[in-house]
């Protein structure tokens, strides 16, 4: 009897994909429930997690991609200043 002593590797978990893609989309505050392009990009995101063929997960990914370049470009920008902007911030006002 030959013994096999590579460790095993872990499979990841069943939800991985899913769950960034999830997160993401909070970030971004962008709703499944409200966007066609986030529902698609959650589907496809379980399609990868469940998938077994790699053929399957490739295909998925590469539309999962797609989906969230648009979702990204229909997302509500973001406030965020510069480095400018938080020297200024923290500038004492100086009243005459």
Same mark, same amino acid.
């Given at each position: 009897?030959?013994?096999?002593?590579? !460790?095993?590797?872990?499979?990841?978990?069943?939800?991985?994909? @899913?769950?960034?893609?999830? %997160?993401? *989309?909070?970030? =971004? +505050?962008?709703?499944?429930?409200?966007? /066609?392009?986030? %529902?698609?990009?959650?589907? =496809?995101?379980? *399609?990868? #997690?469940?998938?077994?063929?790699?053929?399957?997960?490739?295909?998925?990914?590469?539309? *999962? &991609?797609? %989906?969230?370049?648009?979702?990204? +470009? *229909? %997302?509500? !920008?973001?406030?965020?200043? #510069?480095?400018?902007?938080? =020297? /200024?911030?923290?500038?004492? &006002?100086?009243? @005459?």
């Amino acid at each position: 009897m030959i013994m096999d002593d590579a !460790p095993k590797r872990r499979a990841p978990r069943a939800t991985t994909v @899913a769950k960034a893609t999830k %997160a993401e *989309l909070d970030e =971004l +505050g962008v709703s499944p429930d409200s966007n /066609a392009s986030a %529902a698609a990009a959650m589907k =496809l995101a379980r *399609l990868m #997690d469940s998938a077994k063929d790699p053929k399957d997960v490739a295909a998925a990914a590469r539309e *999962l &991609r797609q %989906a969230m370049h648009t979702v990204r +470009g *229909l %997302a509500p !920008p973001k406030e965020r200043g #510069d480095k400018i902007d938080e =020297l /200024a911030a923290r500038r004492p &006002r100086h009243t @005459a």
